[in-house]
Each structure stands twice: as C-alpha cells, then as structure tokens.
C-alpha cells in the first residue's frame, strides 16, 4: 500500500481531529470476502475521497461506516465512539447521513413530505417552515416539483432532494455514495455545488465516486482501493497517479492473458493436427466446421 504521510490539505500541522476512523476493518457477504484491513480517517470537516475500478470494495466500505454492513474484524470509530457493532438507524442518529445511488427518497411521498419528514425528525416543527425555504432556495427544481411524487423525479431530481435534507441540516458527517452515476453533466454539476455547500457548513464528507477527476477536485484527502484492500491514502494528486498506474498494470495483465490464451489455443491446435484450426485462432478465433 502506498501512503502519502503529508498533512490532508487544509488542516495544521498539528494532529486534526478525525471525525470518522476505520481501522483494519474487514467486510464480507456470506462466504464472499470484500474488504481486507482496510484503515484510513477522515478529519473533522473534510473531504475524503473512495475511488477505485468497479468492484474495489467502494460501496462496501460506505455500508459498512453507515451500519447497513458489518465488520467481521476492525473498528469504525464515529465522533470517538465505537459504532461497529451498531445498527444503521443508530449511527444515524448520532449524526451520519449516507446518501447512496439508490437515491433514498420515499418514492409515494411528495417532495414537501419528504422534506418535511426529514427536518422535523431532526430539527423539530418550530424551524419547518424556514428550511423548507433554505432548500428550494438552494435547489430551486425541488420547490418547483414541492407537490410531485418523490417516485416520479428523475434520478438527478431525487439524488438532489436526499442532498437537500442534509445540507438544511447538517450532519457530522456525509457519506455519499456514486450520486453522479448515469447522471447528465449539468445534473453531476448541481450535485456537486449542493456537496461543496453542505461541506461548507461544516459536515464532512465520504465520497465514493466513478468520475476520479471529479471528486479528487473536490477532496482533501484520498483513498485508492484496490480488490479490497487500500493501495493508496494521501493527497488527491498521489491518488490520481495510483490510479493511472493501476489502470496501466490491469491493461497489461488483460493484455497479457489475450496473449496466453491465444498461445494456448494454439497448442492445443497443433497436438490435434488441425492447420486449420490453428489459422482460425489467430486470424480471430476458431472457426465454424463447413463455414
């Protein structure tokens, strides 16, 4: 694993106060192991990006901080308590949101009602009215649609609406979890400032994300998994090199394996006396008897 032993970028030289700590946590799925020992921190207020090839251990390490997955070893320590063993809706009351792919919004509920569902849980009746206004200002298509059932938004819309909730109401921390997948562009841009404002108002934030650019822009620190484990934790600039090196080497073992195989079949051709059989292979593959 490479790490980058500098200070995360905006913080002092002095030890920072990590809101969130994972400590060589291991997840699972039944028999199937996803994350191996996987450690890294997450400053109070900061921004630290999850990225990674599909299958990485990305979404796995979120449910696993939230709660919706459970260590098999390691620690997840939250605002200095041990939440490893707790369940999601308990973590989530002791401040972490997590906003997944899924979107997460009540599908028959209006806009209104999904709001308002949300601040009065966590901000009580008295201060309804004035977030509900704090967030259609800050995403005027939600007060727009406030009367549109939350199932029938696009997907920007609904990913917008589970931001919403949070950046009214902050919480310590922010795990967000590919908010921009099949998204359009100027919708990827809306997401974006919704979570540059909500880390503004002093929530850290989690983000797992495709778009390595994007969110390394974005980041303060940064995390590189690879087949579960972490092969880099450092500045963003590190993270897109460890990136670039690893897509290089996978290209090569593709590359690589294309050529084994090619070698093979033709070993195999040539112990069954078949010319022909051989020629098909490497002009693209075998081919179909009386074609």
Do not use: C
């Not at 790490?3 to 700590?21: F, K």
């Not at 899924?102 to 209006?110: E, Q």
């Not at 609904?158 to 908010?179: G, H, I, N, T, Y």
């Amino acid at each position: 694993m490479t790490v980058d032993t500098s200070t995360p970028a905006g913080t002092s030289t002095a030890p920072a106060t990590d809101v969130l700590s994972v400590q060589n946590v291991s997840a699972a799925y039944g028999p199937y192991r996803a994350l191996f020992d996987v450690s890294f921190r997450v400053p109070e207020g900061g921004v630290v990006a999850l990225v990674g090839s599909n299958g990485a251990g990305k979404s796995t390490i979120a449910r696993t901080v939230t709660g919706l997955v459970t260590a098999t070893s390691g620690r997840v320590v939250f605002a200095g308590q041990d939440v490893t063993q707790l369940p999601a809706f308990k973590i989530a009351r002791l401040g972490m949101a997590h906003v997944v792919e899924g979107r997460g919004v009540f599908s028959t509920l209006t806009v209104e009602e999904n709001l308002t569902l949300a601040f009065r849980q966590r901000a009580g009746r008295a201060k309804l009215k004035e977030n509900l206004e704090r967030a259609y200002t800050a995403f005027p298509i939600l007060g727009e649609r406030r009367r549109q059932v939350g199932g029938t938004l696009s997907g920007g819309q609904q990913r917008l609406l589970s931001l919403a909730k949070v950046l009214v109401v902050p919480s310590r921390v922010l795990v967000a979890d590919e908010l921009s997948l099949g998204l359009a562009p100027v919708v990827v841009d809306q997401v974006y400032e919704g979570l540059r404002e909500i880390n503004g108002n002093g929530t850290a934030l989690v983000v797992v994300e495709q778009q390595v650019h994007r969110v390394l822009e974005l980041a303060t620190w940064a995390v590189v998994l690879n087949h579960g484990r972490v092969a880099y934790e450092g500045e963003p600039s590190g993270a897109s090199r460890e990136m670039e090196a690893l897509m290089s080497r996978r290209e090569e073992a593709l590359a690589t394996g294309a050529e084994e195989a090619e070698k093979e079949a033709e070993r195999g051709a040539e112990k069954s006396g078949n010319p022909e059989r051989v020629a098909g292979h490497v002009a693209g593959g075998p081919q179909t008897p009386g074609a």
